[in-house]
């Protein structure tokens, strides 16, 4: 949460200039205080174990959120009983009048097929028409990020040679930008991929920016310049084993796999890992609701526009 100083002191100059985030009394004593209200449309097949995930990274801050959780009515999930999703789901018909202060768009193990082919992508696409009227922020994660810039922006997802698969490092681009404050200059996070997107084609969209990249997992974090739009190529919100269970489920299906790059401690797999990337993703989390959400998204959240 910021510090609320007077804007004459000269503090408040140094710290904004260091990306520190200040509030004056004049702005504090206008803001409003409400709970976030946060969708989440889960796409991703073991919707269980991503929803917790997911909110112990959101409930990691001061910030009240009602969360509501968002399922495609046009696929049927094979790995969430039907009871628990009938129960604590809604589909996007129930709330597409409504309007909402943040949203998360999960990952899907689909990104080798064009998007085109996959089942719901008619779905997801009004849903992603729908977003730029209805919610102040949204959070897309790897091939939901791949996605939202294709829905929003045309740019293509690239099949890679191989899956990037592990815990890479990577260096913060835009130091200055909200998101990335409290950073360390170099931090880790998970990938586990089949395609990316290049570089060279977020460049040439104004209105888009790269706030962070790895020199072997390519573009981390894309957002668009007014923050409604944030876009993580990987997977920060990852239990310390995931990586563990997704690479021993490829081996027992016959699929022939690198074991996960950075993860496993000296290369071994008979080993436990350990995670290095949970500073990171509270961070990531925690900034993107502060700055994004909160500091942006009007009181009443009925007067939510493009």
Known sequence: MPI???????????????????????????????????V?????????????QLLRLLGNSPLQAEITFLHPKTHISR????????TFYKTFNEIKEQKFDGMVITGAPVEQLNFE??????ELKSIMEWIPHSVTSTLYICWGAQAGLYCHYGITKHSLER????????????????????????????????SGI?????????????????????VYIVATKDGRGIFVMGHPEYDTDTLKKEYERDLSR???VEIPKGYFPNNDASQEPAANWRAHANLLFSNWLNYCVYQETPYDVNSITL
Do not use: C
């Open 198 to 218: 290049k570089r060279e084609e977020i460049l040439k969209v104004n209105d888009l920016e790269i706030l962070s990249e790895s020199d072997e997992a390519g």
């Open 254 to 256: 016959g699929l022939t």
């Open 79 to 86: 790995n969430t009983p039907s009871e628990h999703l009938s």
């Open 40 to 52: 989440i449309l889960n796409i991703m097949p073991t919707k269980i174990v991503t929803e917790t």
């Open 163 to 194: 899956k990037i698969s592990g815990v890479f490092g990577h260096s913060v681009i835009k130091k200055k930008s909200r998101l990335m404050r409290g950073f360390d200059d170099e931090f880790y996070a998970p990938h586990s991929r089949h």
């Open 117 to 122: 082919e996959v089942t719901y992508w008619g």
């Open 4 to 38: 609320k100083i007077p804007e004459a002191l000269p503090a408040y100059k140094v710290l904004n200039e260091e990306n520190i985030f200040v509030m004056s009394e004049e702005r504090a004593f206008s803001q409003d205080i409400r709970p976030l209200r946060i």
